[in-house]
């Protein structure tokens, strides 16, 4: 059996453990940080734009049960409008200027508008709104209510 003398050089024959479990962790964040790098920005933005959306809805929704009068949304080539609501709180532009609103062309297209109405009845009837980008063709994102539930946001499969 081979010993070592104090002072003599010492053989590496392989990594330590240590060393290979930082190794792992660095690869790890590395990945970590390729796989956010690399999501959809347009499907993000989409459903970021969407998620706020619905929280207006509801919001006027409930506002509208409160006061007893009908509140409606209006979507059109600039953006969109609550009207029942005074003062005009809620915003009405979307967050990513390529967010728009499925079948109601661009600024240039003629203006259609797509409308819901939330309330103030408790019991609205199933309403939907698909949002899509300008920039990324074939993205979108389903907003709907079956009438009783809020808002949620639907993101088709790819």
Same mark, same amino acid.
């Given at each position: ?18 060393? &290979?479990?930082?190794?792992?962790? #660095?690869?790890?964040? *590395?990945? &970590? ?10 499907? $993000? ?7 706020? &959306? @619905? ?10 049960? *409160?006061?007893? *009068? ?13 009207? @029942? &609501? ?6 009405? $532009? ?29 019991? #609205? ?34």
């Amino acid at each position: 059996m081979q010993t070592l003398a104090a002072g003599s050089p010492r053989r590496h024959r392989g990594f330590t453990l240590l060393e &290979l479990l930082v190794v792992m962790a #660095i690869v790890a964040m *590395v990945s &970590l940080g390729v796989g956010f790098a690399l999501r959809d920005g347009a499907l $993000a933005q989409l459903e970021r734009d969407a998620d706020r &959306l @619905g929280a207006m809805l509801e919001s006027a929704r409930a506002r509208s049960r *409160v006061t007893g *009068v009908p509140v409606r949304w209006y979507a059109d080539a600039q953006g969109f409008r609550f009207e @029942g &609501l005074t003062p005009p709180e809620l915003p009405q $532009a979307w967050l990513d200027s390529d967010t728009r609103v499925a079948g109601i062309p661009g600024p240039t297209g003629a203006a259609d508008t797509a409308t819901l109405l939330l309330g103030p009845e408790p019991i #609205i009837g199933p309403q939907e709104v698909v949002l899509v980008s300008t920039s990324q063709t074939g993205r979108s994102v389903r907003l709907a209510t079956d009438g009783l539930r809020p808002f949620s946001v639907q993101v088709p499969g790819p």
